[in-house]
């Protein structure tokens, strides 16, 4: 963590807009409101229930067999983790916008994405946050580590890596990064 954090310009900014610390932002009235009119987008279908449709329909409709593929997918999730089988992505960009803006952008991208915050290292020129992605129809959830660092001159540096603990993602850690930058390209 020294690097990252000796990788920034020192800045004593304290506008909202140069604020790196989440809390101090989610305390602000305005972002409060921003974050808290944000609603979890109609995502696609979960994994869980792909395959329970799938057990319903295929297995015990057409084949007139119990569905167990729900339980092997489970089993099949929990060895890929014990056995470090996983498939994933990383970027980093710089984006020419304050990090405060950047910050709030993300924050309110993953409210709306359903990426749930585990948790948050605060440092005085970035912070680290650790999600979890909610599971769609092609991957059960994933890890996202989230990087946001203040470069000075309205600048922020962002890296994000997202991990899925399966052999294929079938483009899944893409689509992730490419919301995530989106939403951060775009800031509030």
């Not at 140069?18 to 109609?42: F, G």
């Not at 960009?93 to 990090?99: A, F």
């Not at 769609?136 to 990087?147: C, H, I, M, P, Q």
Request: with cysteine; net charge positive; glycine share 10%.
């Amino acid at each position: 963590m020294d690097a990252f954090r000796s990788k920034h310009t020192p800045s004593s900014s304290s506008s909202r807009e140069e604020e790196i610390n989440c809390s101090r932002l989610a305390e602000h009235p305005a972002v409060r409101a921003h974050l808290s009119s944000q609603r979890r987008m109609h995502g696609s279908m979960s994994a869980e229930r792909f395959l329970s449709l799938w057990d319903s329909i295929v297995m015990g409709g057409v084949l007139g067999i119990p569905g167990t593929t729900s339980l092997g997918a489970n089993l099949g999730q929990a060895l890929a983790r014990k056995l470090n089988i996983k498939t994933g992505k990383e970027r980093e960009t710089t984006v020419r916008l304050p990090c405060g803006k950047v910050v709030v952008a993300i924050l309110a991208h993953m409210i709306r994405e359903g990426i749930e915050i585990n948790d948050t290292d605060q440092f005085d020129e970035g912070c680290v946050l650790r999600c979890t992605v909610p599971t769609s129809a092609s991957t059960f959830e994933g890890d996202l580590e989230v990087r946001i660092g203040r470069l000075g001159q309205g600048k922020t540096e962002l890296i994000a890596k997202v991990t899925f603990h399966q052999k294929y993602d079938w483009g899944r850690a893409n689509r992730v990064l490419e919301k995530l930058f989106s939403a951060a390209q775009g800031g509030i």
